[in-house]
């Protein structure tokens, strides 16, 4: 699977790749602001919690989609 993620990332020009970058960024943030007050809180209801699990489960799914556009990034300088 990363395998053919990274080629399809070595298909992607450098501004196609940061575009993607930053919507995965955007998200992220997005991310954080609904994480937040259930990080802080004393206590967290069953709903969420499970909310909290879900904000983090996608959080790192994003990071590592993140990891192979980086990956994808360096294959396309190293192809130029």
Do not use: C, H
């Amino acid at each position: 699977m990363l395998v053919f993620t990274i080629l399809k990332f070595q298909e992607m020009t450098y501004e196609e790749i940061m575009k993607k970058r930053e919507a995965l960024e955007k998200r992220r943030r997005e991310i954080d602001e609904e994480m937040w007050p259930l990080y802080e809180a004393d206590y967290l209801s069953l709903e969420e919690k499970e909310r909290f699990e879900k904000l983090s489960r996608e959080y790192g799914i994003l990071n590592e989609e993140d990891t192979r556009l980086v990956k994808g990034l360096i294959e396309t300088f190293k192809k130029n």
